[in-house]
């Protein structure tokens, strides 16, 4: 369990006065900004569950799961990490945990995985017998055989990516920090390493935190997000309750009999498609009754179905820093 209780990280930046003589000026009178990173953030993560952090660049989600990985001092409130102080760093937190940072590559790299294999194996004290059980099964889940014995700079990004991932869970931790773990990557190495997170979730009952811009990777894993805006919890459910929050339309997908003019569909909604005797339409969520109502009398309707907007757009409005109304749960 992960427990996080009014957790805040503020950080002291020095502020630089601009041109030669505000330098001059600011190497003897520096000056301070405080930039509140996290901002009293409270939150329950049970094992084995699957969380999805979102929100716009900037949001304070890397912040957060530093904190939980013991990476940065929170200025106040606590987090516990299976009745563990993060930050304490003891030898069986970290033996429990992993950081992945899609970002950030931790591996060596002149030399072959294998090597860093072997340097981390030494780390974690793991017995020779464990070590090649586990590297076998993690060779063969995320395919390996035939890249980890070449330097990691002869690797395309896909194959370093899953060569981090084996080296941050050859220990077999139970808690899984994972920052943008599919960053750059195609989308069959996205689904490949979404596939494997999957699978190592559900045979370890791992808990994952997990932040990504993808929304593949939010949709296919996770079963609960919560939304970081400004440092602050914006959101915190499923990504069903998310996306019925946040938009405030829905999609009516229509065929009708006849073919019928865009004009008499747009008094109804935004029309988003219309293709021979198929439309989308984008209408309010509070008039759907009625506007459907309405459709089925004037029109010669074939099919008609209700949807929610999808969840790529709601994601990307959140990107693009409009948070989601409502109060976190
Ligand atoms: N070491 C630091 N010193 C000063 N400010 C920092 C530091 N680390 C992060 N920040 C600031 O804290 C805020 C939150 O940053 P953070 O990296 O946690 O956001 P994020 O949600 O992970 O963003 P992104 O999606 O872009 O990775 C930002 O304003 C960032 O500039």
């Avoid at 009293?40 to 084995?48: R, V, Y």
């Avoid at 409130?77 to 950030?104: C, E, N, W, Y």
């Avoid at 593949?216 to 400004?230: E, Q, T």
Wanted: glycine fraction near 8%; proline fraction near 4%; charged fraction near 20%.
């Amino acid at each position: 369990m992960i427990s996080l209780r009014q957790l805040s990280m503020h950080f002291k930046v020095h502020v630089k006065e601009a041109g030669f003589v505000g330098s001059l000026h600011s190497l003897f009178r520096r000056q301070y900004r405080r930039v509140v990173a996290v901002d009293d953030i409270s939150f329950d993560i049970p094992t084995g569950e699957i969380v999805g952090f979102l929100g716009p660049n900037g949001a304070g989600k890397t912040t957060t799961l530093k904190m939980m990985s013991g990476l940065l001092h929170p200025t106040s409130g606590t987090v516990t990490v299976d009745g563990h102080t993060p930050h304490r760093r003891d030898a069986a937190f970290l033996h429990s945990i992993t950081l992945v940072m899609g970002q950030k590559q931790q591996l060596l790299w002149d030399l072959p995985a294998s090597d860093s294999f072997l340097v981390n194996q030494a780390y974690y004290d793991i017995p020779d017998a464990n070590y090649r059980k586990r590297l076998g099964e993690l060779v063969e889940l995320l395919a390996l055989q035939r890249v980890i014995d070449k330097p990691m700079r002869t690797l395309s990004l896909g194959e370093r990516m899953k060569c981090e991932l084996a080296a941050a869970l050859l220990h077999q931790p139970k808690i899984l920090f994972l920052d943008e773990p599919t960053i750059g990557l195609d989308i069959t190495m996205q689904q490949n390493v979404r596939d494997f997170i999957r699978d190592y979730n559900r045979l370890h009952n791992a808990t994952v935190v997990l932040t990504s811009h993808y929304m593949g990777d939010i949709a296919a894993l996770v079963s609960r997000v919560i939304v970081i805006d400004n440092g602050e919890l914006a959101f915190d459910g499923t990504l069903r309750e998310l996306t019925q929050r946040v938009a405030d339309r829905k999609i009516l997908k229509l065929h009708f009999g006849t073919l019928v003019g865009r004009t008499a569909l747009e008094r109804f909604g935004i029309v988003e498609r219309l293709d021979g005797h198929a439309a989308t339409l984008r209408v309010e969520r509070g008039s759907v009754p009625q506007i459907a109502g309405a459709i089925l009398a004037e029109f010669p309707v074939e099919d008609i179905a209700i949807e929610d907007i999808p969840i790529e757009d709601v994601v990307s409005s959140l990107f693009a820093g409009n948070p989601p109304a409502g109060a976190a749960r």
